[in-house]
Nanobody, 123 residues
Framework: QVQLVESGGGLVQAGGSLRLSCAAS????????MGWYRQAPGKQRELVAA???????NYADSVKGRFTISRDNAKNTVYLQMNSLKPEDTAVYYC?????????????????WGQGTQVTVSS
């Protein structure tokens, strides 16, 4: 139902920067949280950064101080600013929207996912 469209990935040298964008087809205010995940070759998908509806955010230890998640509600867009990139950051990055809500007395959760965008950091 809800579409998440990612952009901004590419090839960059170590120490460089990239900004990823995730445009949603619906208001991002309706999500309990928006976030970014990544999956490197041979590894499981992991949480990189997340922002809750109240504005608080959290980051993986490996990216703290280098990555920043932000949003523009008017544009229904979430961003991931990535600075001081390292070869270890090479992965496919996925946008995520998380819903949690009550439906007829039952708690329900659902995740929406973008198609993924490749980030490659060369040494």
């Amino acid at each position: 139902q809800v579409q998440l469209v990612e952009s901004g990935g590419g090839l960059v040298q170590a120490g460089g920067s990239l900004r990823l964008s995730c445009a949603a087809s619906a208001s991002i205010v309706s999500f309990n949280a928006m976030g970014w995940y990544r999956q490197a070759p041979g590894k499981q998908r992991e949480l990189v950064a997340a922002m809750r509806s109240g504005g608080s955010s959290n980051y993986a230890d490996s990216v703290k101080g280098r990555f920043t998640i932000s949003r523009d509600n008017a544009k229904n867009t979430v961003y991931l600013q990535m600075n001081s990139l390292k070869p270890e950051d090479t992965a496919v990055y996925y946008c995520n929207g998380h819903e949690g809500y009550y439906s007829q007395g039952d708690w329900r959760e659902y995740d929406y996912w973008g198609q993924g965008t490749q980030v490659t950091v060369s040494s």
